[in-house]
C-alpha cells in the first residue's frame, strides 16, 4: 500500500487557523467575551503563538487590509497616483475575517468595535491623501477636504464589499466606483477647465451668471485702470468634442436646426424649465425651449450676456 500523501486542499497556515478560530468564537460568544487565550486554545496553539502572529484581537480582523494600507501609504508618499495606489489595494485581497466581521457584526459584537477601527484607518488614509495632494500643489484645505473624502470612500468600498458577500464582487471595481464620486481624484494632467470671456458689459454679465444663473464667485481681482475679473465656481468641468456631423445632430434635436457656436456653454441644472424661465426673465433670448432628447435629458438653449450661447441640461435618469 502506497504511503505517499494524496492530493488535496493545502494545509492551512497557522495564521489563518487562528484567524478562523477566533471567527467561530466570536459567532459562537461574541467578540468582547472571547479572550486572546479562548483563540489560541481553540486554534490549538500557545498564546506567545498567537502574539508571533497578531498583536491583538483587533488585528486579528485587520491584519490583511493593514497590510495593504501601509503598501499604500508608502506608495503615496513616494509620489504614486492616488487612485491607481488605492485601487491596487484590492490585488489579491479575498474575502477574510475582516470581511466575515462585517457580515455578521451584530451577531459577533462587534458593531462599535468595527466602527471605531474603521475611523482609525479612515483617518490615517485621510492624512496620506492629504499630504500627497499637497506635495502635488493642491491647498491644504482642499487637500485635507480630498483626503478625507478619499478616506472614506475606500472605507465605504470595503464595507459594500463585504455587505455584497463572500467573493460575489470585486472589491477593486467598487473601490474604482467610490472614487469616481470624490472630484478630481481620477484626473488626468489637467486640474481644472476655466472659460475664459471678454464681457464688454462686466457688471450685467456678472449679476447674470452669478446672482441667476447660479454660479457662486470664486475669487475676484481688480487692477490699474479699471481692469476687473470675476472667477465663478461652475461645478465639475468637462471638455467635449464633437465633430461636425455630431453638431449637426445636436442642434437638430435641441433647437430644430439652429446652428451652434464653435463654442458653446453647457450647464447642467436640477429644473431646466425653470432654468429657462428664469434665465429669460433675466434677460437672456431664447433660442429653442426645453425639450427631451434621445439621450434622456431636457435641454434648452439660450443666448446670455457677453454673447454666450447655453445650452441648459437635466439629466431625467437622475435621482
Known sequence: MSTEPRAGRPKASSRETIAEAACELFLEQGYEQTSVTDVARRAGVSRSSFFNYFASKADLLWGGFDERLATAVQRLASGAAIADTLVAMADGFAPDSLALAIANAETMGLVDELERERALRQMRLARAVAERARAAGTNRLAAEVQGAAVGAAVLAAVWAWADAGSGRTGLGA???????????????????????????????????YRDVVGMPQAEAYEAEGGARVAILDAGRATLELSNPTQVRFIDRVETDGVDSDPIRLALEVGD????????????????????????????????????????????????
Open 272 to 319: 431646466a424649465a425653470e432654468a429657462q424661465a428664469r434665465l429669460a426673465e433675466a434677460g437672456a433670448r431664447i433660442e429653442a425651449s426645453a425639450r427631451r432628447t434621445p439621450w434622456d435629458s431636457l435641454n434648452a438653449r439660450l443666448r446670455g450676456p457677453a454673447g454666450l450661447q447655453l445650452t441648459l441640461f437635466q439629466e431625467l435618469g437622475r435621482g
Open 174 to 208: 467598487l473601490l474604482e466606483e467610490a472614487l469616481e464620486a470624490v472630484p478630481g481624484v481620477r484626473g488626468g494632467a489637467v486640474r481644472q477647465l476655466r472659460v475664459v470671456v471678454r464681457a464688454e458689459d462686466f457688471d450685467e454679465a456678472l449679476a447674470f
